[in-house]
């Protein structure tokens, strides 16, 4: 279809949508939006409740897209605070403008009921209480459903409204209503259904003040968080939610980071620590920098990145959403056939059989099968947010249940990530043992490598100032070392395998059966090199994490059948950590082009494949693997941005949950989707000896919505 775009209409922005009662309304606003011209795209989230437009629209243009659902739309400003205390005090009349309909429609059919028991079923009472109703709690599906029919534009509305249509015009006014009632509660079901799979996003988006006290120009002041800006300084009291993520400037506390994180235990901060919004400060009082602003922060990010997630359709609803499509009119047309071709071969009973394809319509909605995987998808996405799990997409907590081998990077994920320097042994009387750390820490603190912070950390142990010390060409070698020019001389710190090639001579054998011995106590081995000579060896151990052994254990159980550490550290290293972590395999010495070819191979032999890493030197890996799980910790933007699933609180301990969560939710969406078909089956199977009625087709059908949704809902107490 032709766009009349201007020249700005490549602009996407996004917008709130009230008011969507199911996912077929949503796909259908959808594709009015589409058509509007100047719009070149557009895709809505029904799980969040958002469209994303590509073009030009306004606000009143997109109401009218959505006037068949009577939506309302407004600006997605990102503002994550939520409209204050006012909810309960509106609660009862925001109730009634939701479901006054539908209250009015069923008092009307009581009183129908009432009128048919005293006057009779044919009594002009009867049936005008009955229409009535037809018509307070039914106005909205058949305004949407007969302008369907004139577009022949077949969903569930359109089944309905025929089916509704019908029963009046064969006087069965009764049946009729029952369907229209019934129908409009199982539409309340629905949007209730998805606003308790919501509940999670909306309790992260409660978790951040909407005001906090800054202090300003030396006096304290309670300013909106929307209008404090990076630098300012937050004045976080005991027992006070922190308002903005920032790094602390003064004070120490220990904060309950578990909304954000995760994390159980309560983590100490001082000065230098960096904090999120929404976390709860403890005992002490905190002076908090603030690092980013409300719309950029840890949680904002987090809500960011479930939303979209919940937008990406797992393979299963795309089955189940290509399905109906073809059902919808396939059901129609059997109704039809049903209806007339019966009293033709047997020259009677018209009203008959009318009635059965009129029953037809009503049990072949498909409203069970549509919401089948939508809401299984949000509930698990959402839970998994709330327990420090974000997964990215639908097709990503589907494609991780099938896994069965997982690499991971050893440091930081199957270590704690926190290098201690344990040894330091020169060769040679070019450099003292100080004047090697300084200089030594002088490289490692340009350098963003995790082993880094244990050379650094031991120089400031030792009270040695290395800031100082000016380092000329620094360069940086991925998976093998640092050099730089400092004091008239060329140093270089890596790998010892590196260090020789760069080397005149080879290295002793003294100081080899040193490197060895270091690691063979599952230590990483840094040599040093002064001109190309070397100079020193250091031993530095990264611990495995205390968690690690019980998670690969957990991780065996649940069936996967390979566990593989990649890592570019030394194999005898590598090979203890492995050991202490109960890990298969090691694959080590490996550059990040060597990870991607064993990713590759793993998928080869095992089909599905995860790596989990640290979402940054692991990019590769995590790209090429299956589903990518990086060990996030709250803040880390690559971690967020690379990976298919991060783990919030650097806790491996989640993986297994998050597996679980995976398989629990396949069988959910196979549960759902088998029981709604065979449901269905059933009842028109009721038609071959003419049992079928419309009373059975409306509990078939209302029942299996319920009863899918509400199977949906179980994910949300799958425990971590």
């Excluded at 209480?129 to 949407?144: D, Y």
């Excluded at 409204?161 to 409009?184: H, K």
């Excluded at 590769?620 to 060990?631: D, E, Q, S």
């Amino acid at each position: 279809m032709a766009r009349h775009a201007a020249p700005e209409s490549g602009i996407t922005k996004v917008y709130r949508v009230e008011g969507f009662t199911c996912a077929n309304c949503a796909g259908k606003f959808e594709e009015n939006v589409k058509r509007l011209p100047g719009v070149l795209d557009a895709k809505v989230n029904f799980a969040a409740a958002k469209i994303t437009v590509t073009g030009e629209a306004t606000i009143a243009e997109l109401e009218k897209a959505g006037a068949f659902e009577r939506l309302k739309v407004r600006p997605d400003t990102g503002d994550i605070a939520t409209g204050g205390n006012s909810g309960k005090a509106r609660g009862a009349a925001a109730f009634l403008r939701t479901h006054g309909s539908l209250l009015a429609g069923a008092a009307l059919l009581a009183a129908g009921c009432l009128a048919r028991l005293a006057l009779g079923g044919h009594h002009p009472v009867t049936a005008a209480a009955f229409a009535a109703s037809i018509v307070v709690a039914g106005h909205q599906l058949f305004r949407t459903g007969l302008n369907n029919l004139i577009r022949l534009d077949f969903d569930m509305r359109t089944l309905m409204t025929v089916a509704i249509i019908g029963a009046a015009l064969i006087g069965e006014w009764t049946e009729g209503t029952v369907v229209v009632i019934l129908f409009a509660l199982s539409e309340a079901l629905e949007r209730y259904s998805m606003e308790r799979a919501r509940r999670s996003i909306r309790s992260l988006m409660e978790l951040a003040p909407r005001e906090a006290p800054v202090l300003r120009d030396g006096r304290e002041m309670t300013v909106r968080t929307d209008e404090i800006e990076v630098g300012d300084t937050l004045i976080v009291r005991p027992g006070a939610k922190i308002a903005m993520d920032g790094i602390v400037a003064s004070g120490t506390s220990a904060v309950n980071q578990a909304a954000i994180t995760g994390e159980s235990v309560p983590v100490p901060k001082s000065p230098g620590d960096e904090v999120f919004a929404g976390t709860l400060n403890g005992e002490g009082l905190l002076h908090v920098r603030v690092a980013r602003l409300a719309q950029d922060s840890t949680i904002s990010r987090i809500i960011r990145l479930v939303e979209e997630a919940q937008e990406g359709r797992a393979p299963a609803q795309a089955f189940v959403d290509k399905f109906a499509k073809y059902y919808t009119p396939v059901i129609i047309a059997a109704a039809a056939l049903i209806a007339v071709v019966p009293p033709l071969i047997s020259g009677g009973g018209w009203l008959d059989w009318l009635y059965q394809g009129l029953a037809v319509l009503v049990v072949g909605c498909p409203c069970a099968l549509v919401i089948s995987t939508p809401i299984a998808i949000v509930s698990a996405i959402g839970s998994a947010a709330g327990r420090g799990v974000l997964i990215k997409g639908g097709i990503h907590l589907e494609q991780l249940g099938a896994v069965k081998a997982i690499a991971f990077d050893k440091t930081g994920t199957v270590t704690q990530g926190i290098p201690r320097l344990t040894d330091v042994r020169l060769f040679g009387e070019s450099v003292d043992r100080r004047d090697l750390l300084r200089i030594a820490a002088a490289l490692e603190h340009r350098s963003g490598h995790p082993l880094a912070a244990a050379v650094t950390g031991a120089a400031r142990e030792e009270g040695i100032d290395f800031p100082g010390t000016i380092v000329d060409n620094f360069t940086s070698v991925t998976g093998r070392g640092i050099e730089g020019e400092t004091e008239g001389a060329r140093y270089r710190i890596g790998s010892p395998e590196w260090i020789r090639i760069g080397t005149d001579a080879r290295m002793e054998g003294e100081w080899e059966a040193y490197a060895n011995r270091l690691r063979g106590e599952g230590k990483t081995v840094l040599a040093v090199a002064k001109d190309g000579e070397p100079v020193a060896v250091l031993g530095v151990i990264d611990e495995a994490r205390p968690e690690s052994r019980g998670v690969i254990g957990k991780l065996h159980e649940l069936g996967i059948r390979k566990t593989v550490m990649l890592t570019g550290d030394n194999r005898d290293t590598a090979a203890a950590v492995a050991r202490q972590a109960g890990i298969d395999d090691v694959r080590a010495g490996l550059m990040p082009e060597d990870k991607l070819e064993a990713i590759r191979g793993l998928a080869s032999e095992y089909g599905a494949v995860a790596m989990v890493g640290d979402g940054v030197n692991d990019a590769p890996a995590l790209a090429a693997a299956t589903v990518g799980i990086a060990m996030g910790g709250a803040g880390t933007d690559a971690a967020l941005e690379t990976a298919d699933i991060a783990l919030m609180g650097d806790d491996l301990g989640k993986l297994p949950y998050a597996i679980r969560l995976s398989r629990k939710t396949l069988a959910v969406i196979r549960q759902n989707i088998a029981f709604a078909l065979i449901v269905k089956l059933a009842a028109l199977l009721l038609v071959v000896p003419g049992w079928l009625t419309i009373w059975i087709a409306i509990l078939s059908d209302m029942g299996a919505t319920l009863i899918v949704a509400l199977n949906a809902m179980r994910l949300m107490r799958v425990r971590a």
